[in-house]
Every structure is written in C-alpha cells, then in structure tokens.
C-alpha cells in the first residue's frame, strides 16, 4: 500500500495528467480496460488512450529497469549457486555409476540364488496343495466310511449328517473330478435307502402304536377311576364328619395329599415317530411326512371307530372306548413333542370326527339295550372315558349328552326291575310282624332307614311292628337311588339331587304306593293282613325322610338343605293318602266280620215273656273279636290309626244295633228284648271304655272316647227304657240326651214296641201302673211322632 501511494505521487511529480492516473490505477489493480477502451472508440478519440497507453508502458519499463537494478547483486549469487549445484550433480552420477557397477557386480550371484529360491517356493507351494488335496480326499473318503459304518448300524440320522457335510463342505470344490462324480450319484441313492429305511421303521411303530393304543387307554381310564374312587371316599369322609358336627360328636378331619406315583405317568415311545420326522426334515420331506402320518393315522381311526359285529356292544364297549381313548392320548402326545407333525386344526377335526361317529353308534346302542344294569356299565365308561380325554383337553360335553338322551330311558328300565322286585316282596309277603333276632339285623333293618320308635335298643328277640316287606322294600329303594345316582354322577349336570328326587317320586308313587294298594284291595286278605299293610305304609312314610337325606348324601349336598318345608317327596303325601285308604279298607273289613257277628240278632227273641239276664252269644263273639283287632292294632297301629279303627267298629255296631231295631225281620219286639240288648250295650260300653284307658288313647284324646262311639244306640236304648219316652218330642230335652237319633227311625222302631208284659205282672198292681204310665208315654210319643212326620 505504501508503495502505490509512493507511485502516485511521484506520478503527480512527474506531471502526469488525471486521465493517466486513472489508467495506472485501472492497470494497477487489475480492471478490465474494455470499457475504457469502449468509451474511447465510440469518442472517436482512440488516440488519446494510445498515447496514455505508450507512455505507461515507457514508465513501466523504467520501473523494472529499477528493479533489476535494485536486484542483481542477489541474482548473481543465485546463479553461481546454481552452477556449484550442477557440479555436485555431476559428481553424485559419477558415484552413483560406480555404485551401480559395484552393485551389479554383488546382485549378479544374489540374482541366481533369489532364482533358486523362488523355484524352491513354487516346488513348495505345489507339495503343500497336493499334501491339501490329499487331505480333503482323506477327510472325504473317511466321512463316507462313516456314512457306511451308520448305515449298517441303521444309525441314518448319523450317516444322513455325514453325507451333508461332504455335500455340503467338501463336493462343491472336491479336487479329484473321478470320486467327486462317483460320490455325487452315491448321494441320491443314500438318501433314497435311508428314505426307505426310516419308512418302513416308521410304518413298523404305525402298527405297534396301533396294537398299544388299547393298553394305553385302559391304564389312562383306570387312573381316572382311581381317582374317581379317592375323590368319593373323600367325600364319605366329609359326610361322616358333617353328621357328627351335627350330632355335636367331635371328629379329627384329616387331609391326606396323595404323591402322585410313576407308574401314573403314561409311558409309550414315540422315538421311532421323532426320528423318522427329524429324518425326513433333514432330507427335505417333511411336509410329504406329515401327510403322510396324518393319512395313515386317519385310516387306523376309520377302523378303529368301526364296532366289532362278532361281539356284543356290551362285552366290546370297554375295549372299543379304550382304544379311541389311547388313540387320542398319543395324538395329544404328538402334537406336543413332535415340533408342527400335527397341527391343532388337525387334531381337532380327527376329534369331531370321532365324536359325531361315537355319537351315533352308543344313540344306537342305547336304543337296543334292554337292561338298566347295561345302561349304568357303558355310563360309567363313559364318563371315565370323559374325565381322560378332558385332562389332555378334548371336548366331551357332545358324548356325555348323549347320556343325558338315555336317562328317561334308564330310569324306565330301572324303575321296571324295581317294580318286578317290589311285586315279588309284596305279593310274597306273609304280612306277619317281622321278627328281628340279633342287634345286627336290627341296625341293618330298622335303624338303617330310620324305622325305630324309641331311641333305646330293644331287648331281642325284638317284634317289629311291620312285616319284613318294608326294609325289603327300603332296601330296593335305597338302591334305586344309589342307580338314579351313579346314572347322573360325572355328567353334564353337576347338579342333579331335583333329577333324583323327581324318579325317587315315580318310584314310591307308581311302583310302590300303587303295588300296596294292590295288596290292600286283594279280596284274599283278611283283617289282620290289611291292618298290617296300613301299619307298613305308616312306616314307608316314615322312610321317605331317609330316602331324602340318602339321595342328598350321595348328590353332595348339605343335609339340611332337605328340611325345608318345599323340599320334601311327594309321595310322602300320596302314601299318606293310601295309608288311609287302607285304613278305609280295614274299616270295611272289620265291619263285613261285624255284620257276620250282628246278624246273629236275627236269632234273639224280640217278644220273649221273660227276662233273661245273661248276654247274647254274639256280643260275647263281638268283644272277643274287637279284643283280637285292638291289641293286634295297639301293636303296630299309631295311636290315631288305632282311633280310628276302634271308633269305626264301634260305631258300626251302634248303626247295626239300630238297624236290628230297624229290620223288616222284627215285626215288634217289647222291654224285655230291650233290657236284653241293653245288657249286650252295657257290656260292650265297659269293654270300649277299658281298651280306651289300657291303649292309651285317654291321653291323647282328652275330649273323646270309644263310648262316644257308641251313643246312637245307647240313646235309643235309653229312649225305649224311659219312663216318660214322650219327653223325646221335647227340644231341649230332646237335644240333651237324643241328639243322635233321626226321628223317622224313632217313629218307625216305636211303632214296633209292642210292652205285653201285662199278664205277667198282672198281679202286681204298682208295676202294672208304672208300665200302664210308660205305656201311656210311648203312645204319645207315637202319636206325636206320626203328626211330626
């Protein structure tokens, strides 16, 4: 900067122009002149810029004038030091020249012994390839040894690995073309007999695991069976000690946690099966071998679910269950362990397949089998073969319905072969109180079904107020509900005890109540026998708690859930009812056997002229008869049912003594017949009167007694005795002491009282005015009795 603005000024010493300025600094600084240039050509003053130009040029030259004045001194020492480096140039070719000639000298020898050694290196490379060629032919030729050796060990995975590695590692760049050509048409011809090998090995297990299918499906049913069992025993356990909290007994509950054994581990090979898949993976083949396994297992299930026709369902269905069983067990195994063999859908429609045939066959066999006991056999294998499957998750809800289908059925038959025993025990049954020898006997046949009337073991011999037909009876019950259980156990319902209590039902209502009544109704019984048959209903009655409280045991519901007042038997009700009925049929029994007794009436001497004061025979026939009936009633009959009957005997001799007054056989009768059938009352009102204290019947019927019963007749006794019989026409008198009689049957027995005893007391002026006043009274009486009419 201090230079150019040096040059300006001495520019502007030199008495340069302004337009010359201009230019040097335009050149100065490196500007483009084209427009100046420009500017002056279109002026048309090119000189000028010429002349401006010529003179910078001189001033240019000057300068450099200056300048390489001002430099030379520096110049000429560059040059001679230049000319001293050529001559150390020159003296570096000499030394490098001898240098070389020295060194071509030295390198000549060292030339042939590099040469040597080279050729000592290409002789070593070419043993070091042909010692490597030889090695990998070592290598090859030793793993096809071993290929060999498997082969004949059937060791194919082994020799299928072997000849994967020479495939793989060594033929692509094997050094010998000769063994590599002989080993590559060895390779397809390995894998095609290991191919062969490891199928016919695989068929060999089809066939094995086939035949063991059965054997593994027993063991699998049979542990569930096992376990069916400790679950029910633990249930009993449960129960026991339910009934002894309530009974306020202490009881130690304990828990016992079973190690589950080896041997319940079901054990088959499935090595051949995951050999033979790993085997054909290897090879490529593994989709061809899933079809193929999945078709060859197909067709063993097409024949497995084929019933053998030579064999009758019921011997064959264990066997048949068990093989689909077994054959399901391995195919879960499989789908496990095998690595994608099978698939879930796979499995899946093999299942419904199975189920909808399975399905089929047992709706048909159920259809033909005619047996509850058949029934109850295959539901058990059933629901066994239920519980296996559904541990290794099959659905079975499909073949357990089918049970459901068949339960009317079952119950039908069941309730038939209940029905054939119960008519057996019934019609064969003697209907004498059963004898009860040994405490044994006594809590299997009494206490077991909650029979006894007294809570104190009885001395035995013990005389049970029903025959043997009603624990005979309770036991076919009993074990009908234990048949209606095992039925309904393990199926779709877990809730069953409504189920049960609706067939225990039908069973007292249409087999047992409708066979008594049978037996009650049969003309060959006689009084005692019926008697008995409404003191055994009585006590079936008296079952139906147990049968209950035995059903909800077995149901696994809490006892006390069947004292609620709704949730008791119906045919509790209904034998109630036949109860009844029987005693209605007792009644009529007893009175036809009374009607025999008071048609011995017939016989009395209705207008004898004497007073006789001994009894009729029929009457003494009549108590003896009613002595016979009551005790043998005190013995079995409850205390109402023994009402009942004594009240009905004796007010069906009361209605007969009336009905002798009554009958068109008596045309008329007088006192003396009257007084007689008075005693014949009187003895008969002592004996009701004695049996009403003696059966206990006072303490329970406080307000009643067997006398009561007889009041009709006493009434009418009365009214023929009294001295003033008119008085019966009174209301109030009349509702007093007559209040049985019908007036229609007064005024017809009065127009029968014929009083002749005039000449037998003819003499006797005071009778004669007393009977003449009675007299007088009962022709009043009469007379009114006529009007009233």
């Given at each position: 900067m201090d230079s150019k603005i040096h040059k300006r000024r001495a520019t502007i010493d030199n008495g340069e122009t302004g337009e010359d300025l201009v230019l040097a600094t335009l050149?100065?600084?490196?500007?483009?002149?084209?427009?100046?240039?420009?500017?002056?050509?279109?002026?048309?003053?090119?000189?000028?810029?010429?002349?401006?130009?010529?003179?910078?040029?001189?001033?240019?030259?000057?300068?450099?004038?200056?300048?390489?004045?001002?430099?030379?001194?520096?110049?000429?020492?560059?040059?001679?030091?230049?000319?001293?480096?050529?001559?150390?140039?020159?003296?570096?070719?000499?030394?490098?020249?001898?240098?070389?000639?020295?060194?071509?000298?030295?390198?000549?020898?060292?030339?042939?012994?590099?040469?040597?050694?080279?050729?000592?290196?290409?002789?070593?490379?070419?043993?070091?390839?042909?010692?490597?060629?030889?090695?990998?032919?070592?290598?090859?030729?030793?793993?096809c040894v071993k290929c060999n050796k498997h082969l004949s060990l059937g060791q194919f995975y082994l020799a299928l690995k072997a000849v994967d590695l020479v495939e793989k590692n060594y033929l692509q760049n094997f050094p010998v073309n000769k063994i590599k050509i002989v080993i590559e048409k060895a390779i397809p011809m390995i894998k095609a007999h290991i191919e062969k090998k490891v199928t016919s090995h695989f068929n060999e297990w089809l066939v094995h695991i086939r035949s063991s299918a059965k054997d593994i499906g027993q063991t699998a049913i049979g542990h569930a069976s096992s376990a069916r069992q400790r679950d029910e025993e633990m249930r009993e356990r449960q129960r026991k000690a339910e009934e002894m909290s309530m009974a306020g007994m202490d009881f130690v509950y304990q828990l016992d946690v079973d190690e589950v054994a080896e041997d319940s581990v079901l054990k088959f090979d499935l090595t051949p099966l995951h050999r033979s898949y790993h085997i054909h993976t290897c090879l490529g083949l593994q989709e061809q071998f899933r079809d193929y396994y999945y078709k060859n297992r197909l067709l063993q299930l097409t024949s497995d679910l084929q019933i053998p026709s030579s064999q009758p369902f019921i011997e064959s269905h264990q066997t048949y269950l068990a093989q689909i069983a077994g054959y399901f067990i391995v195919e879960d195994r499989v789908l496990r362990t095998s690595g994608g063999l099978l698939s879930v859908e796979q499995v899946e429609t093999m299942w419904e397949t199975t189920v909808a045939k399975v399905v089929l066959i047992l709706d048909a066999q159920f259809v033909q089998m005619g047996t509850a006991t058949h029934l109850l056999l295959v539901k058990d294998y059933i629901t066994l073969l239920g519980a296996t499957l559904r541990q290794y998750g099959y659905e079975v809800s499909p073949i357990l319905e089918v049970l459901d289908k068949s339960r009317d059925k079952y119950h039908d038959l069941l309730l038939e072969d209940c029905r054939q025993e119960i008519e057996n025990i019934i019609c064969n049954d003697s209907c004498d109180q059963m004898i009860v020898k040994k405490e044994s006997d006594y809590d299997n046949n009494v206490l077991a079904f909650h029979l006894e009337t007294s809570d104190i073991m009885p001395a035995f011999p013990y005389i049970a107020p029903f025959s043997s037909m009603v624990p005979d009876c309770c036991f076919i019950v009993r074990s009908f509900i234990k048949g209606c259980v095992d039925y309904l156990s393990y199926g779709l319902n877990s809730n069953f005890y409504d189920i049960v209590r609706k067939y225990l039902d039908n069973l007292l209502i249409d087999v047992l109540n409708e066979v008594v009544l049978n037996k009650v109704h049969s003309p060959a019984l006689g009084e005692s026998q019926v008697m008995q048959l409404a003191a055994n209903i009585s006590y079936l009655e008296r079952a139906c708690n147990f049968f209950l409280q035995y059903a909800a045991q077995l149901c696994g519901i809490p006892v006390r859930s069947v004292d609620r007042p709704r949730a008791g038997l119906t045919a509790k009700a209904i034998l109630k009812t036949s109860r009844d009925e029987a005693y209605l049929a007792l009644l009529t029994l007893v009175n036809s056997k009374l009607e025999e007794f008071m048609a011995l009436t017939e016989n009395i001497n209705w207008t004898m002229e004497e007073i006789v004061q001994d009894r009729n025979d029929y009457m003494t026939e009549v108590v003896f008869y009613l002595e016979t009936l009551l005790s043998k009633g005190q013995q079995i009959l409850p205390l109402d049912a023994l009402y009942k009957v004594g009240s009905g005997a004796l007010e069906h001799i009361s209605s007969s003594i009336v009905a002798a007054f009554l009958s068109d056989s008596v045309k008329r009768f007088n006192a003396n017949a009257v007084m007689l059938i008075n005693n014949d009352l009187k003895m008969l009102e002592n004996f009701a009167d004695e049996r009403f204290q003696s059966t206990g019947l006072s303490e329970v019927y406080r307000d009643g007694s067997f006398q009561g019963c007889l009041v009709e007749a006493r009434q009418l006794i009365n009214l023929l005795s009294s001295s003033q019989p008119e008085n019966f026409m009174n209301p109030v008198i009349r509702q007093k002491n007559y209040n049985a009689l019908d007036h229609k049957k007064v005024s017809i027995i009065c127009d029968k009282f014929k009083d002749s005893a005039d000449s037998i007391f003819g003499s006797l002026s005071n009778r004669n005015t007393k009977i003449s006043s009675r007299k007088k009274s009962m022709d009043m009486l009469k007379k009114r009795l006529k009007d009233f009419n």
């Amino acid at each position: 900067m201090d230079s150019k603005i040096h040059k300006r000024r001495a520019t502007i010493d030199n008495g340069e122009t302004g337009e010359d300025l201009v230019l040097a600094t335009l050149i100065g600084n490196g500007d483009d002149l084209g427009p100046l240039v420009r500017h002056a050509f279109e002026m048309g003053r090119p000189e000028p810029l010429v002349q401006q130009l010529k003179h910078l040029m001189k001033k240019k030259e000057v300068e450099i004038e200056d300048l390489c004045k001002t430099h030379y001194e520096e110049f000429i020492r560059a040059v001679d030091e230049l000319r001293g480096v050529l001559v150390d140039a020159e003296e570096l070719k000499s030394d490098l020249s001898s240098d070389n000639f020295r060194l071509q000298e030295v390198g000549s020898a060292l030339l042939l012994k590099l040469e040597e050694l080279l050729e000592s290196y290409s002789i070593k490379k070419s043993v070091t390839e042909a010692i490597k060629m030889s090695r990998i032919c070592i290598q090859v030729l030793e793993l096809c040894v071993k290929c060999n050796k498997h082969l004949s060990l059937g060791q194919f995975y082994l020799a299928l690995k072997a000849v994967d590695l020479v495939e793989k590692n060594y033929l692509q760049n094997f050094p010998v073309n000769k063994i590599k050509i002989v080993i590559e048409k060895a390779i397809p011809m390995i894998k095609a007999h290991i191919e062969k090998k490891v199928t016919s090995h695989f068929n060999e297990w089809l066939v094995h695991i086939r035949s063991s299918a059965k054997d593994i499906g027993q063991t699998a049913i049979g542990h569930a069976s096992s376990a069916r069992q400790r679950d029910e025993e633990m249930r009993e356990r449960q129960r026991k000690a339910e009934e002894m909290s309530m009974a306020g007994m202490d009881f130690v509950y304990q828990l016992d946690v079973d190690e589950v054994a080896e041997d319940s581990v079901l054990k088959f090979d499935l090595t051949p099966l995951h050999r033979s898949y790993h085997i054909h993976t290897c090879l490529g083949l593994q989709e061809q071998f899933r079809d193929y396994y999945y078709k060859n297992r197909l067709l063993q299930l097409t024949s497995d679910l084929q019933i053998p026709s030579s064999q009758p369902f019921i011997e064959s269905h264990q066997t048949y269950l068990a093989q689909i069983a077994g054959y399901f067990i391995v195919e879960d195994r499989v789908l496990r362990t095998s690595g994608g063999l099978l698939s879930v859908e796979q499995v899946e429609t093999m299942w419904e397949t199975t189920v909808a045939k399975v399905v089929l066959i047992l709706d048909a066999q159920f259809v033909q089998m005619g047996t509850a006991t058949h029934l109850l056999l295959v539901k058990d294998y059933i629901t066994l073969l239920g519980a296996t499957l559904r541990q290794y998750g099959y659905e079975v809800s499909p073949i357990l319905e089918v049970l459901d289908k068949s339960r009317d059925k079952y119950h039908d038959l069941l309730l038939e072969d209940c029905r054939q025993e119960i008519e057996n025990i019934i019609c064969n049954d003697s209907c004498d109180q059963m004898i009860v020898k040994k405490e044994s006997d006594y809590d299997n046949n009494v206490l077991a079904f909650h029979l006894e009337t007294s809570d104190i073991m009885p001395a035995f011999p013990y005389i049970a107020p029903f025959s043997s037909m009603v624990p005979d009876c309770c036991f076919i019950v009993r074990s009908f509900i234990k048949g209606c259980v095992d039925y309904l156990s393990y199926g779709l319902n877990s809730n069953f005890y409504d189920i049960v209590r609706k067939y225990l039902d039908n069973l007292l209502i249409d087999v047992l109540n409708e066979v008594v009544l049978n037996k009650v109704h049969s003309p060959a019984l006689g009084e005692s026998q019926v008697m008995q048959l409404a003191a055994n209903i009585s006590y079936l009655e008296r079952a139906c708690n147990f049968f209950l409280q035995y059903a909800a045991q077995l149901c696994g519901i809490p006892v006390r859930s069947v004292d609620r007042p709704r949730a008791g038997l119906t045919a509790k009700a209904i034998l109630k009812t036949s109860r009844d009925e029987a005693y209605l049929a007792l009644l009529t029994l007893v009175n036809s056997k009374l009607e025999e007794f008071m048609a011995l009436t017939e016989n009395i001497n209705w207008t004898m002229e004497e007073i006789v004061q001994d009894r009729n025979d029929y009457m003494t026939e009549v108590v003896f008869y009613l002595e016979t009936l009551l005790s043998k009633g005190q013995q079995i009959l409850p205390l109402d049912a023994l009402y009942k009957v004594g009240s009905g005997a004796l007010e069906h001799i009361s209605s007969s003594i009336v009905a002798a007054f009554l009958s068109d056989s008596v045309k008329r009768f007088n006192a003396n017949a009257v007084m007689l059938i008075n005693n014949d009352l009187k003895m008969l009102e002592n004996f009701a009167d004695e049996r009403f204290q003696s059966t206990g019947l006072s303490e329970v019927y406080r307000d009643g007694s067997f006398q009561g019963c007889l009041v009709e007749a006493r009434q009418l006794i009365n009214l023929l005795s009294s001295s003033q019989p008119e008085n019966f026409m009174n209301p109030v008198i009349r509702q007093k002491n007559y209040n049985a009689l019908d007036h229609k049957k007064v005024s017809i027995i009065c127009d029968k009282f014929k009083d002749s005893a005039d000449s037998i007391f003819g003499s006797l002026s005071n009778r004669n005015t007393k009977i003449s006043s009675r007299k007088k009274s009962m022709d009043m009486l009469k007379k009114r009795l006529k009007d009233f009419n």
